[in-house]
């Protein structure tokens, strides 16, 4: 012990010498590890910065994500253009006689027997199209004959658009033509009769005259010469004759009021170009139509006729121009416009002008104008130009078409023998001269895109077949090793809870009914405490009759 007393003594130095080395160790060795974990994070932090992209070089995930998004989109295009196309196929009907014998392809061949049925039936068809235009028809020429079937509601003095057909066969081209101006000039017709839907004649009409009805076509590049047109022909001699003043025109004229001329009519071709054809012409032949030269003048020259405005192959759409002279109630007019804009097939009005009725006239002048109209109408039933419904169109007279063409029967323009009650109907003095022009759009037929749809359809179809029989296939396993209570209350969680009105669990006895409380009413559906029978639940049937209730029995 003595021996051990100078380290006793000493301890302190001892253990002091000792600690500065492990303090020496622990610092260098704690900050070996720190220094290492430093690092690390720094090489982490570099590594991440490095990745971070300087904004130069292209961001592929960004296209990627573009495209998917892009082609998300070309399939609601693509179903949209099906979508219409099988809206317009409501209106595409054909007559009957021919109805079945119609290819699904649009301006699909025809074959031969049609092309001859609906020839010889057109006329019939053109008569049934200005019947529905309910117009106002000429006084019948004895007691005898019958009045309308219809009610007259518009002066239909524009010749409606009609093809004309050589005097062998039609070609399947002319078929379709002459059958798409037919729906065109319904939709048009649509609308007057919706302006007029709720009136009973012309006198109390909307829309009371109808000048020019006109289908046409066009380059697309707007002509900038030839302003309103003048003059008092109505053929297609030439483009600037197409379009004048309805009441100069040749067969629109009535009254005291023929010679009255107009500023409102213009010419389509500043709105759809040049090279339309004129009264909506279907067969496609060439014009002289007005044409221009290299000076940037108009020149008078054969052309093709143009059906279609702007027509492209690469477009999915075709476009025919319209051309209008209708006089209306000027208050009406935004009316009108709305009822074309909302046909069934897509309508633009690209222009209108608006001026003073050429046909009103003071009521002494008017009163001279119908005796005028009584003298004509003597006069045209002497000569028998005007006849029974069926042959009250003036057949006969020229509509100008391409070359080798046969004059064809003007359809509409009924503006002689008509009623006193029509020409009054013009003397309103809120009616004015309205003439405008739009283009009515026809969807082409898209046969690759239907069938393209019909096929990821398909496929689409087949993924989901697999992809339930997969997912299915468990769900069978697992039901199968469920016991039957089990699945009962998955399927129906008040199955067991008669409260909820479901059946009692198998195996489980129904709670008994509560007896109730002194004094209380019984409740519906528990049996009273006497143990009479319970109170039927009402069941909204009713009461069986009593002798006070039962109904009196006359024998």
Known sequence: MDKLQP????????????VIPMGLYAYFSANASLKSATDAR?????????????????NNQYTESLEKINKVYAGYVDQERVKLWDEQKKRMVWPVSVANQIPDQFMGEIALNPLFTYKGEYKQIMEKLVTY??????????????EPAWKQKVILAAKLPSAQFGSLSITPEEMWNAQIDIWLTTLL?????????????????????????????????PALAGGAASGSSGDSSGEGDLYMD???????????????????????????????????????????????DSAGGVAAGPTAALRYIAESETAPYLERGFYMS???????????????????????????????????????????????????????????????????????????????????????????GLPEFATGALNHPELVQLDLAGAITIYKQPTELIAKLQEEAAAAQTSTADVSADTVAPMLDEAASTPETAITEKLDPASDNPALGGEPALGVEPAPFDDPAPGAEPQIGSPPADG????????????????????LVVE
Not at 42 to 58: F, T, Y
Not at 197 to 219: A, C, P
Not at 358 to 374: I, L, N, Q
């Open 7 to 18: 380290v006793i003594k000493n301890r302190f130095w001892i253990l002091a010498s000792l």
């Open 133 to 146: 235009a309910q117009p106002v028809m000429p006084k019948p020429k004895t007691k005898a004959e019958k």
């Open 532 to 551: 009479t029978p319970p109170i039927p639940e009402n069941t909204g049937a009713p009461d069986p009759p009593t002798a006070e209730t039962a109904p």
């Open 246 to 292: 309805p009441s100069a025109s040749s067969g629109s004229g009535g009254g005291a009021a023929g010679a009255i001329s107009s500023s409102v009519a213009f010419s389509p071709a500043q709105e759809f170009g040049l090279g339309g054809s004129a009264g909506g012409a279907t067969d496609g032949g060439s014009a002289n139509l007005m044409t221009e």
């Open 326 to 416: 209708v006089i209306i109630m000027q208050n009406k007019i935004p009316d009108f416009l709305t009822e074309l804009t909302n046909a069934p097939w897509p309508i633009r009005i690209v222009r209108f002008q608006m001026g003073v009725n050429p046909y009103y006239t003071e009521k002494s002048t008017r009163a001279g104008a119908s005796g005028m109209y009584d003298t004509m109408y003597d006069t045209e039933m002497e000569t028998g130009s005007i006849g029974s419904i069926g042959s009250q169109y003036n057949y006969g007279s020229e509509m100008g078409g391409g070359t080798g063409r046969t004059a064809g029967p003007v359809y509409g323009a009924i503006t002689t």
């Open 189 to 221: 017709l649509d609308a007057i009769r919706n302006l007029n839907d709720d009136k009973d004649s012309v006198t109390e009409s909307i829309l009371r005259r109808i000048d020019r009805l006109e289908l046409l076509g066009g380059s697309g590049e």
């Open 42 to 58: 720094v090489k982490a932090i570099d590594g991440v910065k490095g990745g971070v992209s300087s904004g130069n070089e292209p």
